[in-house]
Each structure stands twice: as C-alpha cells, then as structure tokens.
C-alpha cells in the first residue's frame, strides 16, 4: 500500500519535472523566438513577459526541438483560443493527416523573415 506521504511526494515530484521541463524551452524559446505573438502581433517586453506563453504546435509537451519548430510563442489570450480551437478540432473531425500537416507549419518563418528585411 502506499502511503499518503508516498503519494504527496510523488505528486511534488511531479510538478517538479513539469515545472524545470517548461522553464527549460520556455526560456530555449524565447531566445529564439522574438516576443511577439505569433497571432495578434502584441510585443512584449520584460516587465509583461509572463503573459507570453510557450505553445506546442503539436499539442504534445513532450516534442521539444531544439530548433524550436515545435513552439510558438502566443499572448495567453491567444493561447486560450488555440487550445479551444483544436478542442473543437479533436471533437468534431479532422484526420491525423490534416493535425500533421498542422505540426510542421511554422507561423514565425515569415515574421521572422519580416523583421531581419526592416533592420537592414
Ligand atoms: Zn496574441
Ligand atoms: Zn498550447
């Protein structure tokens, strides 16, 4: 049997891993990444970076490149809406061909292209 203090540690274990897991790419991410959301176009900078939040473009936390292809930064209110969105994905159809497709897209690509063109 186990006790309840075996499972209060494994909990605290727990939120351990998944609390260093996401200050690990969060931090890969926004250093890659500049600080905009990649949806509303909102910049941010230090004093508001908390609102700017890590998405999986797969929807799995667990496929972390290093490259970063499988982030996106979003402003939570956008983040919000990309998880109800692919909620109503999941429930109402969609084949796992299309959520492939969905996974190797990347929206930063040309906004990342777009601002390399206005420093020059
Ligand atoms: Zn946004
Ligand atoms: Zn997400």
């Known amino acids: 049997m186990i006790g ?4 209060d540690q494994l909990l605290a ?16 991410a926004l250093k890659i990444y500049p600080w905009v959301c990649g949806r509303c176009a909102r910049e941010f900078t230090r004093t508001n970076l908390r609102e ?10 667990d496929n972390n490149p290093p490259d970063g292809s499988n982030w ?7 983040h919000n809406e990309e998880h109800s969105k692919f ?6 159809g969609g084949s796992s061909e299309k959520r492939r497709e969905a996974a190797t897209h990347n929206p930063f690509a040309g ?3 777009a601002l390399e063109k206005k420093r020059d």
Request: hydrophobic share 30%; aromatic share 10%.
């Open 4 to 7: 309840r203090s075996k499972v």
């Open 13 to 28: 274990e727990q939120r351990d891993y998944i609390a260093k897991r996401e200050a690990g790419y969060r931090e890969r």
């Open 52 to 61: 700017l939040t890590v998405h999986h473009v797969d929807h799995d936390h």
């Open 72 to 78: 996106e930064l979003l402003c939570v209110y956008c």
């Open 87 to 92: 909620e109503d994905f999941v429930r109402y």
């Open 111 to 113: 906004l990342r292209e």
